[in-house]
């Protein structure tokens, strides 16, 4: 009698759980007594798989964290470094990140921040004194990194500021020049550029430019045109290097902001790295005082050793850029669903994030070793350059890849990836293209140079 009772107990539970205007609907769609009879038929596991498969839109998934630090290369760092990176890191996502699409659309630099960079005091990263934080060349490529993860132009004004123009005077600059320039650098109380390539010379600079420098009574008279030069449209000292007409050696000068005969205009219409100033320079009898002469600059090696210095910062620049565009494909694809799902639940979505993670892993891995190379005093030029074309070569792949797995979307600004595919051309380019750098490596590694 009991166990009767129960069932009608259970009966009428069941009855006023059903909902019969969803069971009218249902039994017009489906024949309600074969559902029934072939439920029935399930065992236990199958009967859990199915209510596992009803549940699985319902219930929300614990997501892995988006890391593009796959091996945790971070975990080499020591905690000050750690907390010097994890800063960047905050800075560019807090400062940087939601207005960068709008200066980048418009072509424009973001003059607010750089009292917010100031603050960061990391200009001039590897440099001892003036002000300069003093640390290794592996926290200097970290931090090209973390800025490129965000935007490469921010990265690159960066590097043009603490690297090359710092760099020249720092490396080729007298005690004096030291003083007066590289403390206001350090704070961005002054903006620099860096003056080498030209209209008709780029990878063709250590052959001959064609910028001149006259020795005169007055001191040197430049004449000619410098082009892509980073910052120079409102930098307040320009490094411009200039063949010596009396010896044809390489020479490099400090033009201050202002000196007769120096004028700037800025390139427009570029497809990427729009936030950042170029310029073309023109020099008409511009005289520069001998004083602001660099005095330990006197031939193209001088030029060299600081592109060798800073070529390695490029290889950082490309694997941040290259992670950047991953992490935000890993998180659109997580979001994003078709067909009922997540489209990273897809297999050949997940192939091309596998075949992502692993070129970033490469590149991390290699420009890791090379700025602990840069550090032991071991760096060559062709470890920079093997690093510089590998590295930019992997970043073209990654973000078309990105690109790829956001499909339509991946080509509007505001999935950011598109900015990366963009950005990624001028690193690809820039700093030693990979004909040149390829040259570098093969010439090491043969004993034949194969440059003209």
């Known amino acids: 009698m009991a166990g009767t009772f129960e069932k009608i107990k259970q009966a009428y539970k069941l009855f006023k759980s059903i909902d019969f205007e969803k069971l009218d609907k249902l039994s017009r769609k489906v024949d309600l007594q074969k559902v029934m009879d072939g439920f029935s038929k399930l065992d236990d596991s199958q009967l859990k798989g199915l209510m596992k498969m009803m549940d699985g839109g319902q219930k929300k998934k614990e997501l892995p964290e988006i890391n593009g630090d796959f091996y945790e290369l971070h975990l080499r760092l020591s905690e000050e470094d750690r907390a010097v990176q994890l ?18 659309l418009h072509d424009e630099f973001p003059y607010e921040v750089i009292p917010k960079f100031a603050e960061l005091n990391l200009c001039g990263v590897t440099y001892k004194g003036y002000g300069c ?14 800025m490129a993860r965000v935007d490469s132009s921010i990265a690159t004004f960066f590097g043009v500021q603490s690297g090359l123009a710092m760099g020249s005077i720092y490396m080729c600059g007298s005690d004096a020049q030291k003083e007066e320039w590289l403390p206001k650098m350090q704070q961005l109380q002054a903006i620099g550029a860096f003056g080498l390539t030209e209209p008709e010379v780029g990878s063709g600079a250590a052959g001959g430019l064609t910028v001149t420098a006259k020795r005169t009574a007055d001191g040197w008279v430049l004449n000619g045109q410098k082009k892509w030069i980073g910052n120079a449209p409102f930098a307040d000292v320009t490094i ?17 902001k202002g000196t007769p005969g120096f004028t700037v ?13 170029n310029g073309l320079i023109t020099m008409k009898d511009c005289v520069v005082e001998e004083k ?11 030029t060299a050793r600081v592109l060798q210095m800073t070529r390695a910062g490029v290889a950082w620049m490309a694997v941040g850029c290259a992670r950047g565009a991953y992490e935000n494909a890993l998180d659109y694809t997580r979001k994003r669903r078709q067909f009922g799902k997540p489209i990273a639940s897809f297999q050949l979505i997940q192939n091309h994030l596998v075949e992502m993670l692993s070129n970033l892993t490469a590149m991390q891995s290699l420009v890791f070793r090379l700025s602990e190379l840069q550090d032991q005093g071991m760096l060559r030029d062709e470890h920079a350059s093997l690093a510089k ?3 930019s070569l992997r970043t073209r792949d990654i973000v078309s890849k990105a690109r790829e797995v956001m499909g339509g979307n ?9 900015r990366f595919v963009a950005d990624a051309e001028a690193i690809y380019s820039y700093e030693g293209t990979k004909e040149i750098n390829s040259l570098i490596v093969g010439r090491a590694i043969t004993g034949f140079s194969a440059f003209v």
């Open 240 to 256: 411009i290097w200039a063949r010596d007409l009396d010896d044809s050696q390489v020479k490099g000068f400090l033009v201050r």
């Open 389 to 391: 074309v590998f590295c």
């Open 133 to 146: 934080p003093g640390k290794s060349f592996l926290m200097e490529g970290i931090i090209a990194m973390e």
């Open 265 to 277: 205009e800025k390139i427009k219409g570029k497809m990427a790295l729009r936030i950042v100033q």
């Open 87 to 104: 800063k960047v890191r905050e800075f560019m996502e807090k400062e940087i990140k939601p207005l960068v699409n709008n200066y980048w």
């Open 292 to 302: 602001d002469r660099l005095q330990n600059a006197n031939s193209f090696k001088d």
């Open 410 to 418: 991946g080509i509007l600004l505001e999935y950011d990836v598109a």
